[in-house]
């Protein structure tokens, strides 16, 4: 090693370079050896290569392609936020490691903060733990909390991690849809997707460890109601099962409902984990950061994950993001808070792209929350007889947009 870098120090010429290694004895290595089987993958990750976001990020890379497929905004984040990011960057200390389980003045943030939606106290040190946003949460847990063929429920459609997260832990996903319920004479809605509470029941067995519930639901925008979580709460309470609450989009509410926490119903919150999200709080989803809130002896599980696999989350970055968090702590009561003008701003881009898809003959689904809205393209006869690979119909028609897209571009 010591030869090859005082070669790499004065010589200029790949060419000799290669000489004075090779004669010095070093290993030689081929290119056209057979692969060992000892470097086939792990059966873990086994049928777990193919990713949806991998795939349409790669599609809709070209310049005249528009992505609406991921959780993103495309506004721009508070000022105050961005402002934070550049203060806390020039302050040395800022720049090395900080607390594995969350930096100390964020979880008193989120401790500060939360208390107010769950009526209790929060011990943030014991009760919340910062992760590589929300998936880091939801693998911590898994990893944690769910041995080998145990069973976790989820609802269809579900956040496309839920299942490999689960299998990787070698646990056995059990997955249940929501059901559109038949409306006539008046728009369809989020509300118009529920959850049957008998179908649900018959999901659980002596394997069950988990449920995995989301609202504001990703991908429909449907927020479940306090009655629909209190018939879920009951069962999780019955069954003796821990409840793992996804609640990212919980700030993307629209006119005329109420997100609701889970945790906050009688006995949850001793079963719940509760995973928040900055990306989506603060419009900053390349900072990737997110936390969980719930009981000590749960998040105790998830702090172990996160010791013996990441350790910790980027310091400015949380430095940063307890700032942002006391800045509208501040204005909670305000209705100029960033939680409250963001779910503003963002439901009139949802009342736009309505009326956009209901003017070329879609039937969508008027959200209640989140990002997305959701329409049945299937009325538009589309021939995807050319799309020659396996998948549903919609996964079809969204490659056949992008490929027709660009061949309409490339014509012009």
């Known amino acids: 090693m010591f030869l090859i870098q005082r070669c790499l120090c004065s010589l200029n010429n790949k060419a000799e370079l290669l000489k004075i290694i090779c004669a010095s004895g070093c290993p030689r290595f081929s290119t056209s050896a057979k692969m060992s089987k000892k470097f086939k993958n792990a059966r873990r990750i086994e049928g777990l290569g193919s990713n949806v976001w991998v ?23 508070p000022a105050h936020i961005k402002e934070e ?18 930096h100390p003045s964020l979880v008193q943030a989120l401790s500060s903060l939360y208390e107010n939606f769950y009526g209790r106290s929060i011990d943030p ?3 919340t733990i910062v992760t590589v946003g929300g998936y880091g949460s939801l693998f911590n847990a898994i990893q944690g909390l769910v041995n080998e063929e145990e069973e976790v429920i989820i609802v269809e459609p579900f956040f496309d991690c839920y299942e490999p997260m689960i299998k990787m832990a070698g646990a056995i996903p059990v997955s249940l849809p929501l059901r559109l319920k038949p409306t006539k004479g008046k728009d369809w809605t989020s509300a118009s997707w529920i959850l049957d509470l008998e179908e649900l029941e018959s999901k659980f067995s002596s394997k069950t460890k988990a449920l995995i519930i989301n609202t504001p639901h990703n991908p429909t925008g449907k927020i479940f109601s306090k009655e629909e979580l209190q018939g879920i709460a009951d069962l999780c309470i019955k069954y003796d099962i821990i409840c793992i609450s996804d609640e990212v989009y919980e700030w993307l509410v629209y006119t005329g409902r109420k997100h609701t926490k889970i945790a906050t119903l009688p006995g949850m919150w001793e079963r719940t984990i509760t995973i928040g999200s900055a990306g989506k709080t603060f419009s900053v989803t390349g900072w990737k950061l997110g936390w969980s809130i719930g009981p000590k002896n749960l998040i105790r599980q998830m702090q172990i994950v996160q010791q013996n696999v990441i350790y910790t989350c980027a310091t400015p970055l ?5 700032r942002a968090f006391w800045y509208e702590i501040k204005q909670l ?11 503003r701003e963002l439901e009139g881009k949802r009342d736009r792209i309505i009326q956009l898809l209901q003017k070329i003959g879609l039937n969508p689904i008027i959200p209640e929350g989140g990002y997305f809205v959701i329409a049945d393209v299937s009325v538009l006869n589309i021939d995807l007889s050319e799309m020659k690979e396996d998948g549903c ?18 014509k012009k």
């Open 55 to 77: 795939e349409f990020f790669n599609l809709s890379a070209h310049p005249s392609i528009v992505n609406l497929g991921q959780g993103q905004p495309d506004i721009s984040p």
């Open 333 to 343: 009561n305000d209705p100029q808070c960033y939680f409250y003008s963001l779910p």
């Open 85 to 102: 990011l550049a203060k806390v960057s020039a302050i040395d200390s800022m720049n090395q490691y900080t607390r594995g389980f969350g």
């Open 125 to 127: 040190n014991h009760e």
């Open 393 to 410: 119909y919609d996964y079809k028609f969204v490659k056949w947009m992008i490929k027709n897209k660009k061949s309409l571009k490339n």
């Open 318 to 322: 949380q430095e940063a993001l307890a």
